[in-house]
C-alpha cells in the first residue's frame, strides 16, 4: 500500500511538473511555427529578449510575448502559415516577408 502511495506521488509530481509552460517553453514552441523549419539558434538573454535563427537564415528578435502572438497571427493570416522570413516592428506598422517572398506592411490599428 505504501508503494502505491509512493508511485500516485510521484506520478502527480510529474505531471504537475510537466503541465506548467514557461515563457521561454511558449517561445521555443511557437519558434518552430515562425521558422517553419528547424531552429538552428535559440536563446533568451538576460533582458529577457528572444533570439531565434532558423536553419534557413532567417532571424527573429522579440522582446515580449505579445510580439509573438502577433507573428503567429501574421504567419496563419497573411502568410498561409509558411513562415516568416523576416519580420520588423514599428511604432505603426509591422513589416514582414512570407518565406514565399510576398513583403508586406501593415498598420498595428
Known sequence: ???????????A??????AQNTKQDNFREASFELCNTEVEIYSVSDDGRVRIICSDGSKFALYNEETLE???????????????GKFNE??????????SGTLLSISKE
Open 90 to 99: 514599428s511604432r505603426k506598422y509591422y513589416s514582414f516577408k512570407c518565406k
Open 70 to 84: 502577433t507573428m503567429r497571427d501574421i504567419n496563419i493570416d497573411y502568410c498561409d502559415g509558411e513562415g516568416l
Open 13 to 18: 509530481a510529474l505531471v504537475t511538473g510537466c
Open 1 to 11: 500500500m505504501k508503494k502505491f502511495g509512493l508511485i500516485a506521488l510521484g506520478f
